[in-house]
């Protein structure tokens, strides 16, 4: 390695210098050793990603740029030049960049060398045969890197030599085809005109037949003509290319260039050339008539027809407003119009989007000429196919148009809408349409008919795109266009009413009437949506709405002008009346949401008053009271409390409304229904909500007959697509032709299956007559029967066969028509799902919505059975959108459901129950997801609210037990539930439930996880079915998992989370209690680091009292499981639960103990028992006085050296039922102890408690050899329990202890042994546990 760093710095040695030398290998071998990175470089070139492609070249470059003068530039330079004839094309374009990039960076390297490397390396003399096309590509690939690099221009000698080299290869057609002349028309497009003076002689003949032979020798000589066109005129002469000789020419040389670009689908530039020379020339009629329109059309050559089209979108920003109407009346747009036609189908190519760009373009471009702009458009516009246009109804570049333009371009459409001229259109027809259709239908009337369709729905289309520039008065003239002309006629013109003064040229038949109707309730969804009350749009902040009704009413006043198609009845004048009385007493509550929400329901259903006068005029009716109940204040006194208690309220009456707008197939009303729905869904009721539940729900649905009636326009869809269509379906007549006779074989199929047992007695007892018609039984049946009986029984098998027929029929036509019944039925569904969508979201909080769980899930379930057609799949996709999306992951859920929990509970129990007995597992997913929801619900619900009296009060407890609120669920009643779901999903092979579902339960609510697996571990059976170490590492696994959750103890803000830490701190001691228990070999010094860590935060937030209620309760759990860890809970800790103050206290503190003014007796009570304590406490005699002081200070060194015998002796351990050391499994040491100086801390079992027998047995070996057996034991054991400091003599203090405890002993008088016992029985009394 040390060899090759050095090789790597050493200097590479020029290429002159390698030259000299004449040892290439040796040069090779050095680059080798030098970078192999810089070899990667070249197979990085050849790559098909082009990023990886660029970024080599960069590299490449950057590389070479250190050595500029290196052998790498000689080597890169061979690489590049051998990569442009390697064998695969795709990487020759790749090294041709390459190449490019490198000579363009490094502009010393002369492009003569690269050029005569380029002939040397590929030899077309020498080269073999199998070689000769990649040796071809090398020498065309090369001239285009030199013209890439932008420095062939300007070394003419180089260009030379690349031009030569480019008419070399133009001689190899087979294998080039026309690339060199196109690299070469490319390289002289860029060199100077004193360049292209010198160059032209010797790259065009001076034969006009060779120049019009190819689309390259063509675009050179355009070239010479467009640059230095003195000197062409020189070498050819004078030239006219589009004089009668030369046209038949040009169409083989356009035709040539269409074929050339057919993969590509562009225009050949030289097309586009001749366009501009025509233009030049003035001489653009005879090329556009005799080149494209006689000549290249007429070839039937489809390469040809969309080179003229491209030529007709490039050619309209060079036109004059004369020429483009030349243009767009000629054979080539009506070639266009045919071509949209016969397009439509899915494998055909269309043009359309093509040239709406070409129109886009050219409509942005020349925004200033409006006249221009407007021709265009009307131009495309007149190009129909029996009076129908072919261009869409919506048309995106109609944006581009100036509001000049627009405006012109709307008065058009009106007028032609009024008055057709159908000669002023270029109209054809298909050769199917001339080869099937009837002459019958090539009538006038049709035409206008097709043309008025497409003339409203394209105005309806400008003021529904919303990207169009338009203004204010032409929106209200189209709306009151249709308005007009949908239901007004006129009777007699008046300047007051525009659009009375508009006459017609053919009479509006009632179908189209109806398309304009269809049209203008579009047009009123998208004023709806899109001009809602902006202001700038409608005066005064109106709705158009508004307007539209106040135009209506004007024209009903004008009964002398104007006149309705359908007169009103006197109620339905009344009706309108009132509806409009009803509005300005909304005007006065415009304030409220819920008034503007009734206002448009109220508009919308006046305006279709002339629409369906009838149940309009109902509907208005019920608004109307609806309206007037919802506004008022307060209920009405006058009517008696039965009538009040018969009537529905208005928020059920409004419903039914809403549910009969939303049986009309009209996309406004649904828009409509779901708008209001959403203002009065706050005032919902549970019958309310139960009648929209009804529809949901299928038996109801199917079984009774409910009042909304579907509507259905399936037939006057037919009748209204039926002339748009007419072109399709004569198309598809061959087809359909062929499919009759399998539809006939199909009938007779079903004609079999429709014979029942009563038909075939009926055919039985007619045959039978027949015979005994004819006379006596014989063998021969033929010769008896008569012609009278032949007849006969002809005559009646006929009309037998015949009513079977009538049966059959009926019985196809009764299921059709429950056919058709189920899919309106299934439409219906899926709009009165928009209402239930509309009440969870924004009434998710509603106690109503938990009612929606069970119907949501009932409509899955049978969707699911039932989703085979795409109805089916829409009415399911859309319920579980709702319910997962919109209900069960909502953000808010319902707070009050005090009154409902046990419903609810049993409701849980209910959904799992039915989510293990379902066949599917994605439905038993609902059905738990509906479960964790409740959970949700019922986890977020306090348990009780306790009424309270005065706000002070309330205030006062709000904040007392605001954080002591439980929620209402039961845990273990639910815990039960899922552990039963559990059970079944282990043991039943066949089970619904999947794992995902608990996992989802878990880790939504960890606390249930802990209770079941804390239950699951407390069972017996668990045990024997796991080996010990699959055991023990299940354990492991548990308490790692637990160790993880007690990370964050004590840091609880909500209920939830309290929780979690109760449940966990539970499972930690059932894990520790099963490792004791069953001696596991368990490391335990993580969760007992873990939990000594977190005890100072959970004493100090336990002694503040800022804690959640049950945090007393997780205080004790943590010290149940430290004792299973060997770690007892301190006394200190228990003395302060109950300290008591003492007589040395200052007045502050006794203050703070006080609760309240007691009597003295009291007070001497409580200090009796401490008196007795100090007494006890005291080691002298029980007659000796001292002062207050000196006795303080001996007590305090009493209570130190009696808790540091305590602790080194292990009393709390020898009282407490759990075991004394700790539970770390047999192989883990023990915890070590507590330093005496530092009570306040966890005390320590002692580090070698087995060892205590012991000692005990010597002290009494000892006792017994002295003689003194009792009291020299009970002096020994008190010397034991001593610090070892000072058994040492470095402290005189227990040599004191020892002789004043030999004293008393030897006195008779065990004080310091009964005071020990006393502490005990004292503590004892207070219940002071460890």
Same mark, same amino acid.
């Given at each position: 390695?040390?060899?090759?760093?050095?090789?790597?710095?050493?200097?590479?040695?020029?290429?002159?210098?390698?030259?000299?030398?004449?040892?290439?290998?040796?040069?090779?071998?050095?680059?080798?050793?030098?970078?192999?990175?810089?070899?990667?470089?070249?197979?990085?070139?050849?790559?098909?990603?082009?990023?990886?492609?660029?970024?080599?070249?960069?590299?490449?470059?950057?590389?070479?740029?250190?050595?500029?003068?290196?052998?790498?530039?000689?080597?890169?330079?061979?690489?590049?030049?051998?990569?442009?004839?390697?064998?695969?094309?795709?990487?020759?374009?790749?090294?041709?960049?390459?190449?490019?990039?490198?000579?363009?960076?490094?502009?010393?390297?002369?492009?003569?060398?690269?050029?005569?490397?380029?002939?040397?390396?590929?030899?077309?003399?020498?080269?073999?045969?199998?070689?000769?096309?990649?040796?071809?590509?090398?020498?065309?690939?090369?001239?285009?890197?030199?013209?890439?690099?932008?420095?062939?221009?300007?070394?003419?000698?180089?260009?030379?030599?690349?031009?030569?080299?480019?008419?070399?290869?133009?001689?190899?057609?087979?294998?080039?085809?026309?690339?060199?002349?196109?690299?070469?028309?490319?390289?002289?497009?860029?060199?100077?005109?004193?360049?292209?003076?010198?160059?032209?002689?010797?790259?065009?003949?001076?034969?006009?037949?060779?120049?019009?032979?190819?689309?390259?020798?063509?675009?050179?000589?355009?070239?010479?003509?467009?640059?230095?066109?003195?000197?062409?005129?020189?070498?050819?002469?004078?030239?006219?290319?589009?004089?009668?000789?030369?046209?038949?020419?040009?169409?083989?040389?356009?035709?040539?260039?269409?074929?050339?670009?057919?993969?590509?689908?562009?225009?050949?530039?030289?097309?586009?050339?001749?366009?501009?020379?025509?233009?030049?020339?003035?001489?653009?009629?005879?090329?556009?008539?005799?080149?494209?329109?006689?000549?290249?059309?007429?070839?039937?050559?489809?390469?040809?027809?969309?080179?003229?089209?491209?030529?007709?979108?490039?050619?309209?920003?060079?036109?004059?407003?004369?020429?483009?109407?030349?243009?767009?009346?000629?054979?080539?747009?009506?070639?266009?119009?045919?071509?949209?036609?016969?397009?439509?189908?899915?494998?055909?190519?269309?043009?359309?989007?093509?040239?709406?760009?070409?129109?886009?373009?050219?409509?942005?471009?020349?925004?200033?000429?409006?006249?221009?702009?407007?021709?265009?458009?009307?131009?495309?516009?007149?190009?129909?196919?029996?009076?129908?246009?072919?261009?869409?109804?919506?048309?995106?570049?109609?944006?581009?148009?100036?509001?000049?333009?627009?405006?012109?371009?709307?008065?058009?459409?009106?007028?032609?809408?009024?008055?057709?001229?159908?000669?002023?259109?270029?109209?054809?027809?298909?050769?199917?349409?001339?080869?099937?259709?009837?002459?019958?239908?090539?009538?006038?009337?049709?035409?206008?008919?097709?043309?008025?369709?497409?003339?409203?729905?394209?105005?309806?289309?400008?003021?529904?795109?919303?990207?169009?520039?338009?203004?204010?008065?032409?929106?209200?003239?189209?709306?009151?266009?249709?308005?007009?002309?949908?239901?007004?006629?006129?009777?007699?013109?008046?300047?007051?009413?525009?659009?009375?003064?508009?006459?017609?040229?053919?009479?509006?038949?009632?179908?189209?009437?109806?398309?304009?109707?269809?049209?203008?309730?579009?047009?009123?969804?998208?004023?709806?949506?899109?001009?809602?009350?902006?202001?700038?749009?409608?005066?005064?902040?109106?709705?158009?709405?508004?307007?539209?009704?106040?135009?209506?009413?004007?024209?009903?006043?004008?009964?002398?002008?104007?006149?309705?198609?359908?007169?009103?009845?006197?109620?339905?004048?009344?009706?309108?009346?009132?509806?409009?009385?009803?509005?300005?007493?909304?005007?006065?509550?415009?304030?409220?949401?819920?008034?503007?929400?009734?206002?448009?329901?109220?508009?919308?259903?006046?305006?279709?008053?002339?629409?369906?006068?009838?149940?309009?005029?109902?509907?208005?009716?019920?608004?109307?009271?609806?309206?007037?109940?919802?506004?008022?204040?307060?209920?009405?006194?006058?009517?008696?409390?039965?009538?009040?208690?018969?009537?529905?309220?208005?928020?059920?009456?409004?419903?039914?409304?809403?549910?009969?707008?939303?049986?009309?197939?009209?996309?406004?009303?649904?828009?409509?229904?779901?708008?209001?729905?959403?203002?009065?869904?706050?005032?919902?009721?549970?019958?309310?909500?139960?009648?929209?539940?009804?529809?949901?729900?299928?038996?109801?649905?199917?079984?009774?007959?409910?009042?909304?009636?579907?509507?259905?326009?399936?037939?006057?869809?037919?009748?209204?697509?039926?002339?748009?269509?007419?072109?399709?379906?004569?198309?598809?007549?061959?087809?359909?032709?062929?499919?009759?006779?399998?539809?006939?074989?199909?009938?007779?199929?079903?004609?079999?299956?429709?014979?029942?047992?009563?038909?075939?007695?009926?055919?039985?007892?007619?045959?039978?007559?027949?015979?005994?018609?004819?006379?006596?039984?014989?063998?021969?049946?033929?010769?008896?029967?008569?012609?009278?009986?032949?007849?006969?029984?002809?005559?009646?098998?006929?009309?037998?066969?015949?009513?079977?027929?009538?049966?059959?029929?009926?019985?196809?036509?009764?299921?059709?028509?429950?056919?058709?019944?189920?899919?309106?039925?299934?439409?219906?569904?899926?709009?009165?799902?928009?209402?239930?969508?509309?009440?969870?979201?924004?009434?998710?909080?509603?106690?109503?919505?938990?009612?929606?769980?069970?119907?949501?899930?009932?409509?899955?379930?049978?969707?699911?059975?039932?989703?085979?057609?795409?109805?089916?799949?829409?009415?399911?996709?859309?319920?579980?959108?709702?319910?997962?999306?919109?209900?069960?992951?909502?953000?808010?859920?319902?707070?009050?459901?005090?009154?409902?929990?046990?419903?609810?509970?049993?409701?849980?129990?209910?959904?799992?129950?039915?989510?293990?007995?379902?066949?599917?597992?994605?439905?038993?997913?609902?059905?738990?997801?509906?479960?964790?929801?409740?959970?949700?619900?019922?986890?977020?619900?306090?348990?009780?609210?306790?009424?309270?009296?005065?706000?002070?009060?309330?205030?006062?407890?709000?904040?007392?037990?605001?954080?002591?609120?439980?929620?209402?669920?039961?845990?273990?009643?639910?815990?039960?539930?899922?552990?039963?779901?559990?059970?079944?999903?282990?043991?039943?092979?066949?089970?619904?439930?999947?794992?995902?579902?608990?996992?989802?339960?878990?880790?939504?609510?960890?606390?249930?996880?802990?209770?079941?697996?804390?239950?699951?571990?407390?069972?017996?059976?668990?045990?024997?079915?796991?080996?010990?170490?699959?055991?023990?590492?299940?354990?492991?696994?548990?308490?790692?998992?637990?160790?993880?959750?007690?990370?964050?103890?004590?840091?609880?803000?909500?209920?939830?989370?309290?929780?979690?830490?109760?449940?966990?701190?539970?499972?930690?001691?059932?894990?520790?209690?099963?490792?004791?228990?069953?001696?596991?070999?368990?490391?335990?010094?993580?969760?007992?680091?873990?939990?000594?860590?977190?005890?100072?935060?959970?004493?100090?937030?336990?002694?503040?009292?800022?804690?959640?209620?049950?945090?007393?309760?997780?205080?004790?759990?943590?010290?149940?499981?430290?004792?299973?860890?060997?770690?007892?809970?301190?006394?200190?800790?228990?003395?302060?639960?109950?300290?008591?103050?003492?007589?040395?206290?200052?007045?502050?503190?006794?203050?703070?103990?006080?609760?309240?003014?007691?009597?003295?007796?009291?007070?001497?009570?409580?200090?009796?028992?401490?008196?007795?304590?100090?007494?006890?406490?005291?080691?002298?005699?029980?007659?000796?006085?001292?002062?207050?002081?000196?006795?303080?200070?001996?007590?305090?060194?009493?209570?130190?050296?009696?808790?540091?015998?305590?602790?080194?002796?292990?009393? +709390?351990? !020898?009282?407490? /039922?759990? =075991?004394? #050391? %700790?539970?770390?499994? $047999? &192989?883990?040491? *023990?915890? +070590?102890? !507590?330093?005496? /100086?530092? =009570?306040? #801390? %966890?005390?320590?079992? $002692? &580090?070698?408690? *087995?060892?205590?027998?012991?000692?005990?047995?010597?002290?009494?070996?000892?006792?017994?050899?002295?003689?003194?057996?009792?009291?020299?034991?009970?002096?020994?054991?008190?010397?034991?329990?001593?610090?070892?400091?000072?058994?040492?003599?470095?402290?005189?203090?227990?040599?004191?202890?020892?002789?004043?405890?030999?004293?008393?002993?030897?006195?008779?008088?065990?004080?310091?042994?009964?005071?020990?016992?006393?502490?005990?029985?004292?503590?004892?009394?207070?219940?002071?546990?460890?």
């Amino acid at each position: 390695m040390a060899e090759m760093e050095s090789q790597d710095v050493a200097e590479p040695v020029s290429p002159g210098e390698a030259t000299k030398s004449g040892a290439p290998p040796a040069d090779r071998h050095g680059l080798l050793q030098h970078s192999r990175e810089f070899l990667d470089f070249f197979w990085d070139i050849a790559k098909p990603e082009q990023e990886t492609r660029l970024e080599a070249t960069e590299k490449l470059l950057e590389y070479l740029r250190t050595r500029p003068k290196g052998s790498e530039m000689k080597y890169a330079l061979m690489r590049l030049i051998t990569g442009l004839g390697v064998g695969r094309e795709t990487a020759r374009p790749c090294y041709s960049l390459a190449l490019a990039q490198l000579l363009q960076s490094f502009e010393d390297i002369p492009l003569c060398s690269i050029l005569e490397q380029i002939k040397e390396k590929y030899n077309l003399q020498k080269v073999k045969k199998a070689m000769v096309r990649p040796a071809l590509f090398a020498h065309l690939f090369g001239v285009l890197a030199l013209f890439q690099s932008g420095r062939l221009v300007k070394d003419q000698e180089a260009l030379m030599k690349s031009v030569k080299l480019l008419q070399v290869l133009t001689q190899h057609h087979n294998h080039l085809q026309e690339q060199p002349q196109k690299a070469l028309v490319d390289i002289l497009s860029e060199v100077p005109e004193a360049t292209l003076k010198d160059i032209l002689p010797k790259v065009l003949k001076s034969d006009l037949g060779v120049v019009l032979s190819s689309p390259e020798y063509l675009e050179l000589f355009l070239l010479a003509q467009q640059k230095v066109p003195a000197k062409l005129e020189k070498l050819l002469g004078s030239v006219d290319l589009f004089s009668d000789e030369n046209i038949p020419r040009l169409v083989n040389v356009l035709k040539m260039a269409a074929a050339s670009v057919k993969k590509e689908r562009k225009l050949p530039a030289v097309a586009l050339d001749l366009l501009r020379l025509a233009l030049q020339e003035n001489k653009f009629p005879r090329f556009w008539n005799e080149v494209l329109e006689q000549g290249l059309l007429k070839k039937q050559f489809l390469p040809a027809s969309f080179l003229c089209f491209r030529l007709l979108g490039a050619a309209l920003p060079l036109l004059s407003k004369k020429q483009l109407q030349l243009v767009m009346r000629g054979d080539v747009i009506h070639h266009y119009g045919e071509h949209l036609v016969t397009s439509k189908a899915p494998d055909r190519f269309k043009f359309a989007p093509e040239m709406d760009e070409y129109v886009g373009t050219f409509l942005e471009g020349c925004k200033t000429d409006p006249e221009r702009q407007l021709a265009v458009l009307v131009a495309f516009s007149s190009i129909t196919n029996q009076g129908h246009p072919v261009v869409p109804t919506f048309w995106r570049v109609v944006q581009f148009l100036s509001p000049c333009a627009l405006k012109d371009y709307v008065a058009w459409l009106r007028d032609m809408f009024l008055q057709p001229n159908l000669d002023s259109l270029v109209d054809f027809s298909t050769s199917n349409q001339k080869k099937n259709q009837d002459a019958s239908l090539h009538v006038p009337e049709r035409a206008v008919f097709r043309l008025r369709k497409w003339i409203i729905l394209r105005l309806v289309s400008i003021v529904e795109n919303s990207q169009v520039e338009k203004e204010e008065a032409l929106v209200e003239e189209v709306a009151r266009f249709c308005l007009f002309h949908s239901f007004f006629e006129t009777k007699k013109p008046t300047s007051q009413i525009p659009e009375t003064e508009q006459r017609l040229s053919f009479p509006l038949e009632s179908r189209t009437r109806e398309v304009v109707c269809s049209a203008f309730f579009s047009l009123l969804q998208a004023l709806s949506t899109q001009f809602r009350q902006v202001p700038g749009q409608t005066p005064g902040g109106q709705p158009w709405t508004y307007r539209l009704v106040q135009f209506t009413d004007m024209l009903l006043n004008h009964n002398r002008n104007v006149t309705t198609t359908t007169p009103f009845t006197a109620q339905q004048r009344q009706a309108w009346d009132r509806m409009l009385q009803t509005l300005k007493e909304l005007e006065a509550h415009s304030t409220e949401v819920k008034a503007t929400a009734f206002q448009h329901l109220l508009l919308l259903v006046g305006i279709h008053l002339f629409k369906s006068p009838a149940e309009s005029c109902d509907l208005l009716g019920d608004i109307q009271t609806c309206i007037e109940k919802s506004l008022e204040g307060k209920p009405r006194r006058t009517r008696s409390k039965a009538v009040d208690s018969q009537e529905p309220p208005w928020v059920e009456v409004l419903v039914e409304i809403l549910l009969a707008l939303l049986a009309q197939p009209s996309h406004l009303m649904r828009q409509v229904a779901r708008s209001v729905f959403g203002h009065i869904c706050s005032h919902l009721t549970p019958r309310a909500l139960q009648l929209i539940l009804d529809v949901l729900n299928p038996d109801k649905s199917q079984d009774e007959d409910d009042n909304v009636v579907v509507m259905d326009d399936s037939d006057d869809k037919q009748n209204k697509s039926k002339d748009d269509s007419d072109s399709e379906e004569e198309e598809k007549e061959k087809e359909e032709e062929e499919e009759s006779d399998d539809e006939e074989e199909s009938d007779e199929e079903d004609r079999d299956k429709d014979v029942d047992q009563g038909f075939r007695e009926q055919l039985m007892a007619v045959l039978q007559a027949g015979k005994a018609l004819g006379g006596v039984d014989s063998e021969d049946e033929e010769e008896e029967l008569g012609d009278e009986a032949m007849m006969a029984l002809d005559q009646n098998l006929a009309s037998l066969f015949a009513e079977q027929k009538l049966r059959i029929q009926a019985k196809k036509d009764e299921k059709s028509k429950l056919q058709k019944e189920k899919v309106l039925r299934r439409d219906f569904q899926i709009r009165v799902l928009d209402l239930v969508e509309v009440l969870v979201t924004k009434q998710p909080e509603n106690s109503l919505v938990l009612e929606l769980l069970e119907p949501l899930l009932t409509v899955i379930r049978r969707s699911m059975r039932t989703s085979s057609s795409k109805q089916e799949q829409d009415l399911l996709h859309k319920t579980a959108r709702i319910f997962t999306h919109h209900l069960c992951r909502a953000r808010h859920y319902c707070h009050d459901v005090s009154n409902h929990v046990e419903a609810l509970h049993t409701q849980v129990e209910r959904l799992v129950q039915q989510a293990s007995r379902q066949a599917d597992s994605s439905v038993a997913l609902y059905y738990f997801n509906a479960t964790l929801y409740l959970l949700r619900v019922l986890k977020g619900n306090p348990a009780d609210a306790l009424p309270l009296k005065t706000p002070k009060k309330q205030k006062a407890s709000a904040k007392a037990k605001a954080p002591q609120a439980t929620s209402c669920l039961d845990l273990k009643r639910v815990t039960m539930v899922y552990s039963s779901a559990l059970s079944s999903f282990l043991t039943k092979r066949n089970s619904p439930l999947t794992v995902p579902m608990f996992l989802s339960l878990f880790c939504r609510h960890p606390a249930q996880a802990c209770l079941l697996l804390q239950k699951a571990l407390s069972m017996g059976e668990l045990r024997p079915c796991f080996e010990h170490s699959e055991w023990e590492q299940l354990i492991g696994q548990v308490l790692a998992k637990v160790t993880e959750n007690l990370r964050t103890l004590g840091k609880a803000q909500t209920k939830s989370e309290q929780q979690r830490e109760l449940s966990s701190l539970e499972l930690l001691i059932t894990v520790l209690k099963t490792i004791h228990l069953q001696k596991l070999t368990l490391d335990l010094t993580t969760i007992l680091g873990l939990l000594q860590g977190l005890q100072p935060s959970l004493q100090q937030s336990l002694q503040q009292g800022a804690h959640l209620a049950g945090s007393s309760r997780l205080y004790d759990l943590y010290w149940q499981a430290m004792k299973f860890l060997g770690v007892q809970r301190p006394k200190s800790e228990k003395k302060d639960a109950k300290k008591i103050p003492s007589d040395t206290q200052s007045p502050v503190s006794m203050k703070r103990k006080k609760k309240g003014f007691l009597p003295e007796t009291k007070k001497r009570k409580k200090r009796k028992p401490e008196d007795a304590t100090e007494q006890d406490a005291k080691p002298a005699t029980p007659g000796e006085k001292q002062p207050p002081s000196s006795g303080k200070k001996k007590r305090h060194r009493r209570k130190a050296a009696a808790s540091a015998q305590s602790q080194v002796n292990g009393k +709390p351990a !020898a009282k407490s /039922s759990a =075991p004394n #050391t %700790p539970i770390t499994g $047999p &192989s883990t040491s *023990a915890t +070590p102890t !507590a330093s005496p /100086s530092t =009570p306040a #801390t %966890p005390t320590a079992s $002692p &580090s070698s408690p *087995a060892k205590t027998p012991k000692l005990r047995k010597k002290h009494q070996k000892l006792s017994q050899m002295n003689g003194t057996a009792r009291t020299e034991s009970a002096g020994k054991k008190l010397q034991k329990s001593l610090p070892k400091k000072g058994a040492s003599g470095k402290s005189p203090q227990p040599t004191l202890l020892q002789k004043k405890a030999r004293l008393s002993l030897a006195d008779g008088s065990p004080s310091l042994l009964r005071s020990g016992a006393k502490r005990k029985k004292v503590q004892l009394k207070k219940g002071v546990q460890p």
